[in-house]
């Protein structure tokens, strides 16, 4: 569990890095001189790079293993963002953004398989992705705050350069921290690959433990589209809200909201004891509901709203990551969750666009709703077997 630890940390760091930046990179480019159209572009270039660099990813850590993509993810990312204090232009910005987006899409990944990895059983996979999904709430609860009270205190260049030290401090640490091996080889065992059906033995244990020789079917990455897609949607429209346009801290306030209903389900660990589908499946239709309701503008303040959409997340994020580790062999975790990366990252770069297009006509929480309900019905749900603990 020592790695388990390790692995947290390094998320929990990566992602208190990017969710820092939230707050402070809209000011830092209008510092630049950069046009509010550009500065949309500067922000959603991140998700186009991750694109490429999930695929890579995917490839790359089941050939290699986890170890070296995490360390250098981390020690890249940390040096890009020295060069991002010192930028003057909002096209070397751009750029930076652009780097930056490829060289982190190697982490979630990397990280993700690794944990697959030194699982003992199923149960105990849904109890680390639900850890993963802790971490990375904590970290966007906590990072959007510090981020603005470091650039109040330290200004913009310091602050990057403060953030940049800390992921390379971390990278190093992951050198010594990080033990691959020794889970691999586990994982081998307990997840192994299937070569014919001749090898009734390795089909046995591989059904043993859940994993499945086919593939993983494409239709279903329609429902962690649809989640990010629904996401990116909150993320443009909430700001621009009556309740939320007076000032930038209510604006936060409300983003924090959502963070807090996530903590609360993800504390609720006997969630984890049912099956993942099941959470996946009931988590995105209520999911869907409460952007139903606020589409019409049921009576619910905003607030709890905002609660139930954050608990709905704290289901369905580590429900996706663990029933994608319960029917994927062990040399396949790493493209899996690559595709998942790459879902996620089209999602939240389809949404705000959708929602920008469509608001002056139509509520863009109800576009939420409906990509939701859609990707439930698409959802291939007689591909996924009951899975064993």
């Known amino acids: ?43 959603g270039v991140y998700s186009i790079t991750h694109l490429p660099g999930n695929l890579l990813a995917g490839y790359g850590v089941d050939k290699y293993g986890s170890k070296r993509f995490i360390v250098s993810s981390l020690i890249v990312a940390g040096i890009v963002l020295l060069v991002q204090s010192r930028v003057t232009d909002p096209w070397q910005l751009l750029y930076i953004r652009s780097v930056s987006g490829f060289v982190l899409a190697f982490l ?34 906590l990072s959007p705050a510090v981020g603005a009270y470091l650039v109040a205190k330290l200004g913009f260049a310091l602050s990057f350069t403060v953030l940049g030290w800390i992921l390379i401090i971390t990278g190093v640490l992951a050198i010594f921290g990080v033990k691959e091996r020794q889970y691999t080889l586990a994982a081998a065992q307990l997840f ?16 043993q433990a859940g994993a499945l020789d086919e593939p993983v079917p494409w239709l279903f990455f ?81 607030y709890v709203s905002l609660f139930l959409i954050g608990m709905a997340k704290g289901v369905i994020f580590p429900a996706i990551a663990s029933l994608l580790a319960s029917v994927t062999s062990a040399n396949r975790y790493g493209r899996v969750f690559s595709f998942l990366s790459i879902s996620y990252s089209i999602g939240a770069f389809i949404g705000p666009i959708v929602a920008g297009h469509i608001r002056s006509h139509t509520s863009p929480y109800f576009i939420a709703f409906v990509g939701l309900m859609l990707a439930l019905c698409m959802l291939p749900l007689k591909a996924f077997k009951p899975v064993q603990a």
């Open 108 to 141: 979630s990944p990397a990280c993700l398989s690794l944990l697959a990895k030194i699982a003992r059983d199923n149960v105990q996979q849904s109890k680390l992705m639900a850890g993963n999904g802790l971490v990375h709430t904590m970290a966007s609860v």
């Open 1 to 43: 569990m020592k790695t388990a630890i390790w692995l947290y940390l390094f998320m929990f760091v990566a992602f208190f890095d990017l969710h820092a930046q939230y707050p402070i990179l809209s000011p830092f480019a209008i510092s630049l001189g950069a046009a509010p159209s550009f500065i949309g572009l500067i922000l």
């Open 222 to 302: 329609v429902i962690p589209l649809g989640l990010s897609c629904s996401q990116g949607i909150l993320f443009f429209e909430l700001p621009l809200m009556k309740e939320a346009s007076g000032s930038i801290m209510t604006s936060g306030l409300l983003f924090s909201v959502v963070s807090l209903g996530a903590l609360v389900t993800l504390s609720m660990l006997f969630i984890n004891r049912f099956s993942p589908l099941l959470r996946t499946t009931t988590g995105c239709l209520a999911l869907a509901l409460v952007f139903f309701g606020m589409s019409v503008s049921w009576p619910l303040p905003l």
């Open 192 to 207: 192994p690959p299937v070569h014919g059906d001749s090898n009734v033995p390795a089909l046995k244990n591989q059904k």
